[in-house]
Structure formats: structure tokens, C-alpha cells
């Protein structure tokens, strides 16, 4: 967290709830820009909201300080059980119902498609926007793995994450970035056969319901995901989130 770029005046850290005997309460943030089609926005990550059980009634408090802001959206991609009843009181909205795992293997595959690992000095960086090749390096520098996928001479970044799902007990790759869902599938058999001798089989990607052109099973209620904020998130995009900061 320090070593990443301070967005404005925003903290770097988060909050702490502070008694007499210290430390009682956390809430982490993480900020970063997002590019899209209506421009520019900000957005926070709110991660590892937690307060000591004999202070909770303060735990509305800490988080009501943290997103204050009307200009900033707030994300949180990994709600507790217990906590979702009170993030949707004070007005998070679900954007995100469950996920889906599948093979990308079994996906269409798709001519005249080529898929490379992402490099700085690449001739297939020069393919992407200036924002999506920093999304790719800072991601990649986490250690993510980046990809961009080249057809007809256009470049589509996708970013993924090595994590074990399902209470760890299924290794998968996670989609931490696309520009959209649909251009996931699109190249999804490609991905799968590239990365078929390079990496786990199996992944898991955000989703609403079975998704058209992945093979593999949706899990409703597993992992949704709340945002509040002027800008809805997308699925597909969990880029400068806990997953790849903070590790899977």
C-alpha cells in the first residue's frame, strides 16, 4: 500500500477506531482512477471492515466517515456475511449477485486471434491506450498475470489473478480485468488455449447468471459485490482492488 501512488488527498490507509486500551476498529481504503466512457472517475476499495465486538455499535460510524465523499464510488468486493444487512441500510447497492466457473478452453475458438503475455516494450503494448497499459504493468507488477489479445491488428487487455476459491479448496484463475464481459468471452477459448500448458484450468469471473459462450456452472449468492457512488462498476473490472493489492 505504500509504495502505491497517493490519489489527491485521499488516505492512503484507511480509518482506525481508537479507545482508551488502542486499536479497536479498522477499515481499509484503497483509491484509484478509473477511465471509462464518461471520463475519469474515482473509486475506493473498502476492504477488512472490522471492530472489536464490544464497540460494534461504533462500526456504522467508521464506515460512514470513510464514504462521505458524493464524487468518489466506493466498491466492496468481499462483504461478510454478517455485514451485508448493514452495507445495504446505508444504501450499497448490489451490483454483482455471484460468479461463475468455468474452462475457457471449452469456449469458440476464434481466428486470426493471437494472445502474448503483456510487456512494457511489447509491439503488442503499443496497441492499447495509455490507462490500460498502466492497468497491465501495475498488475502485472503484482503479480497478476497480463495478457493482451491481438485480432486484426487491435489490442484487448485482460488481466488475471491466481487464487484458490471455494474456502481454497479450488485453485482458479479470477478475472481482475477486462473492458468488458463481452470481449472476455469473445476471446476466452483463446486465453484458454494459451495459458492450457501455462496456468490452472479452471476460472472464475464475476457475474449475474449463467453467462452465453463460457462452459461451466454459475453460484448465485457466492461473492456478490456493493458499490455506492455516481458510477456503477463493471463486471469483469476488480483492477487496484484487495484481490490484486492485497493479494488472493
Not at 118 to 140: N, Q, V
Request: charged share 20%; aromatic share 12%; hydrophobic share 45%.
Amino acid at each position: 500500500m505504500s509504495k502505491r501512488p497517493a490519489i489527491e488527498d485521499f488516505p492512503r490507509y484507511g480509518y482506525l477506531l481508537e479507545a482508551p486500551s488502542g486499536v479497536v476498529g479498522v477499515l481499509l481504503v484503497i483509491y484509484s482512477r478509473r477511465t471509462g466512457a464518461a471520463g475519469e472517475s474515482i473509486f475506493c476499495n473498502l476492504s477488512s471492515w472490522c471492530v472489536d465486538l464490544e464497540f460494534r455499535s461504533y462500526a456504522v460510524v467508521l464506515h460512514a466517515v470513510a464514504v462521505k465523499r458524493k464524487d468518489v464510488t466506493y466498491i466492496n468486493v468481499s462483504p461478510a456475511a454478517h455485514t451485508r444487512r448493514a452495507i445495504e441500510a446505508v444504501r450499497f447497492k448490489r451490483f454483482c449477485d455471484g460468479q461463475i466457473v468455468f474452462a475457457p478452453i471449452l469456449s469458440t475458438w476464434r481466428s486470426n486471434v493471437r494472445v502474448a503475455a503483456f510487456a512494457a516494450d511489447a509491439p503488442e503494448s503499443t496497441l492499447l491506450s495509455e490507462s490500460e497499459r498502466a492497468i497491465l504493468a501495475e498488475h502485472a507488477a503484482l503479480g497478476c498475470r497480463a495478457l493482451v489479445c491481438v485480432k486484426d491488428g487491435v489490442g484487448y487487455p485482460f488481466v488475471l489473478q491466481r487464487r484458490a476459491a471455494f474456502h481454497r479448496l479450488i485453485p482458479c484463475q479470477q478475472l481482475i480485468y477486462c473492458r468488458s464481459m463481452d470481449e472476455f468471452v469473445f476471446f476466452a477459448g483463446a486465453i484458454g488455449r494459451y495459458l492450457a500448458l501455462r496456468a490452472w484450468p479452471i476460472f472464475l469471473a464475476d457475474a449475474n447468471g449463467p453467462v452465453l459462450g463460457l462452459i461451466g456452472k454459475y453460484f448465485a449468492g457466492y461473492g456478490p459485490k456493493y458499490f455506492k457512488g455516481p458510477v456503477p462498476p463493471s463486471l469483469g473490472d476488480l483492477s487496484y482492488t484487495e484481490l490484486a493489492i492485497l493479494g488472493p
